[in-house]
């Protein structure tokens, strides 16, 4: 599966924003759709946004529409999460994967994550 590096967390206050990278090892990255989940503590992990190979086409789970934007950089086998207004309730450790729909394809192989704490 697509083996990703995920980075650009941190601290923000709530109404603040942040950009999230998703760097994958792989020259097959064009070739798949792409998504972001995310990981509260206690809670199940939860797709957040998507986006179709050549990035023509986008979804995002509803607390989020609005707010969010997922983006890809092919040619730097790079996704993205641009986060505005966030909510203290947007703090979680924010994961990548190759996805099918809503489903992730990495046979539940995560990387990191990358740490999103917004206080109130």
């Known amino acids: 599966h697509v083996q990703v590096v995920e980075s650009g967390g941190g601290l923000v206050q709530a109404g603040g924003s942040l950009r999230l990278s998703c760097a994958a090892s792989?020259?097959?990255?064009?070739?798949?759709?792409m998504g972001w989940f995310r990981q509260a503590p206690g809670r199940e992990r939860e797709f957040v946004a998507g986006?179709?190979?050549?990035?023509?086409?986008?979804n995002y789970e509803d607390s989020v529409k609005g707010r969010f934007t997922i983006s890809r950089d092919n040619a730097e086998n790079t996704l993205y999460l641009q986060m505005n207004s966030l909510k203290p309730e947007d703090t979680a450790v924010y994961y990548c994967?190759?996805?099918?729909?809503?489903?992730?394809?990495?046979?539940?192989?995560w990387g990191q994550g990358t740490q999103v704490t917004v206080s109130s």
């Open positions: 994967a190759a996805v099918y729909g809503t489903l992730p394809l990495n046979g539940d192989d």
């Open positions: 792989t020259r097959t990255f064009s070739n798949y759709a």
């Open positions: 986006i179709n190979w050549s990035g023509s086409s986008t």
